[in-house]
């Protein structure tokens, strides 16, 4: 749960499903604050609205409704801008070196591909007989480049900002889970478009001598519309994303080339859902700092009342704790900055489900500086594992006739 964030904001009465994935960061960073969904995407977007904590988990999502087209083209890609889905498929995929003479021709037909692909799929009248089945998919989608095929093909991304993440202490790092030449996130209502549309994404890499690294599933939990999804740890998980004024300063990059992009960090954040549901409750409260019941921070008396992480008891000790995840993922504590969550929860069987923390920023250094406290400090950490990293540029939109990456090799 990476991140506490400052503002709540309003959010619309569409998608808004999501289980905190915010609350499910601690050690591992993102684990323990709150899922960013459906308005956090919006105020991406650049609609000034959003919801979600501030570091880690997208804002509140509500009940699934009738999957309606999202628009494919446009100044930024709809994965980030549209409402927050309940369903998402994450792929990677690698180029193959010894396919092709030229990387960056093998890049530009696996964007092309990609983009036709995404861009049909989002569409009214998919080509996919299996997409068609009188409703559209629904299908939102974004396509990333990682730091390692930017620097060897010397692309045009945002200089000094696309670099890995370190190796924070704890970590348990599973390269054959993370990583990648480029991410692809799928979202939509339910998971069938998007296996169905994840085999297509597939069948596009091969075919421009690529292959799939690593696939990932994840969920929103089913919440009553306008109210905060709980994470698996039970909480509410999802408060206060950036809005469009924030969103313009820390989510979005500078004006010029490349203010229509941004840069996703991924975690897949294992939880111990077990031995954190043996705390008595009041523990628990003093681990995430915020109660269970309200999702309200401990020095507020509303889910949406801002934590004020310098207020103390009598006997001096702090009312939210030194080692709680929100004190320690507060933006006061990284001058004001943000980052806009989409958090999703995955549940890969017994032993193995938690967070697939999604959080998007100018500069990935934000999303370090916030796990580094984290690691050191956080009380959640004792209760997550984070088994995957990766790193991407997300590109600007496609206009209608045009090619995902355009700008990549300017």
Known sequence: MHAEAGKAQDQPPTVRAGVGRRALITGGAVVAAGLGAGAAALALGGDGRGGGDGHGGPGRTAAAPEP??????GERQAGVTAPQQP???????????????DGRAALRALLGGLTRVLAEAAGDSPADARLRDGRPAGLSSLVGVGPGLAAGLGLNVPPALLTELPVFPGDRLDPARGGGDLVVQLCAADRWPLSVVAEQV?????????????????????????????NLFGFKDGTANPDGTDSGQWVW???????HGTVLVYRRIRMDTAAFAALPGDR???????RAGDGAPLTGTAEHDEPDIYAKNPDGSYV???????????????????MLRRGYSYDDGPG???????????????????????????????????????????????????????????
């Open 284 to 290: 628990q409260e003093q681990v995430m700092g915020r």
């Open 87 to 101: 369903a998402t498929q994450l792929l990677a995929l690698d180029l193959a070196p010894a396919a092709t003479s």
């Open 352 to 410: 193995d489900r938690g967070l697939l923390f999604c959080a998007f920023v100018r500069d990935p250094a934000q999303f370090t500086r916030v796990q580094n406290r984290l690691a050191a400090r956080d009380a959640l950490s004792a209760f997550v594992e984070h088994t995957a990293s990766a790193v991407a540029y997300v590109l600007p939109g496609a206009p209608e006739g045009g090619t995902l990456g355009e700008g990549l090799f300017s």
């Open 202 to 230: 597939g069948e596009a890499a091969r075919a421009a001598g690529a292959t799939v690294r690593w696939t990932q599933s994840g969920f929103l939990a089913r919440t009553a519309a306008g109210a905060t999804p709980r």
């Open 68 to 73: 309606s087209a999202v628009p494919f083209h």
């Open 320 to 338: 939210i704790p030194a080692t709680a995840h929100v004190r320690l993922s507060s933006p006061r504590l990284d001058g004001g900055a943000r």
């Open 253 to 259: 990059g500078p004006p010029g080339p490349y203010e």
